[in-house]
């Protein structure tokens, strides 16, 4: 299974401004990825990612997890596990997490400063491929959101690596009317997708080859993220800035 860690932060998830105290790390690595979009690709299955949630607020904090679907794959279930660490958390169902939107673990764990919790996600493609996007809030005893992550799971089935080839050129940006997106030895089934920071799509077509023209004049000013997505699996996503 291949893992791309995108290298933008999202504003919109990492809460800065409020000095919550709460860094999250996948387990195993010292980056902290608090407002970030992780990236899973791989072959349909149970995928899964594990993160260290730390508290450094400089006092004990109460934290429990709600997970929200920012884009649902039809036909797949998510779940996930919670708490100070593997042996003690707690870990819900399929049965019991995937209906609900948003979802909130029912059980808090007391964090002491300086410890780190268990939250273990997963996405369970049941033969389904393509791509389903969870955001992953650490929330405290008030239900407040300290800080979050999102997971992007993209699963292939039986699709040559070297059939994903594609070579993309995006331009300009910032972009103001037009934002030209090139597409070389691309073949097929290349489609562009651009959300905004809310993660609701505002443009979404298939490529041809050649230079694609996208009107973007009628779009807000702001942050914006396009994927290129070919046979259902994400090849890159980058930010793109649109300033009229």
């Known amino acids: 299974m291949r893992k791309l860690i995108t290298l933008f932060s999202l504003g919109f998830l990492a809460f800065s401004g409020q000095a919550q105290g709460i860094e999250i790390f996948l387990t195993g690595e010292d980056v902290d990825v608090s407002g970030t979009v992780v990236n899973i690709d791989g072959p349909e299955g149970d995928m899964h990612q594990d993160f ?5 607020s400089g006092g004990t904090l109460t934290l429990r997890i709600e997970r929200v ?5 039809a036909g797949t279930e998510d779940y996930l596990c919670w708490g100070a660490n593997p042996e003690t958390g707690s870990c819900y169902s399929a049965t019991f997490v995937a209906p609900l939107n948003p979802f ?7 964090m ?3 410890s780190s919790g268990w939250l ?10 393509g791509c389903a996007q969870y955001r ?7 239900d407040a959101r300290l800080d979050s992550v999102d997971l992007m799971f993209c ?8 059939n994903l080839s594609v070579e993309v050129k995006a331009f300009p940006n910032p972009a103001s009317n037009v934002l030209n997106v090139n597409l070389a ?7 562009f997708e651009l959300v905004n920071v809310l993660g609701e799509s505002v443009v979404n077509l298939t490529l041809s080859e050649g230079q694609n023209a996208i009107n973007v004049d009628k779009l807000p000013n702001g942050i914006y993220f396009y994927s290129i997505v070919k046979n259902g699996t994400i090849l890159e996503t980058k930010k793109l800035m649109v300033k009229h």
């Open 112 to 114: 002491e400063d300086g």
């Open 52 to 56: 260290d949630v730390k508290n450094i």
């Open 69 to 73: 679907k920012i884009i649902e794959l």
């Open 155 to 162: 699963s292939t089935v039986g699709i040559e690596e070297e």
């Open 120 to 129: 273990s996600t997963h996405h369970t493609t049941l033969g389904v491929s």
């Open 104 to 110: 909130i673990s029912p059980d808090a764990s007391d």
């Open 185 to 191: 030895n691309g073949g097929q089934n290349v489609k």
């Open 136 to 142: 992953y809030y650490v929330i405290d005893e008030t």
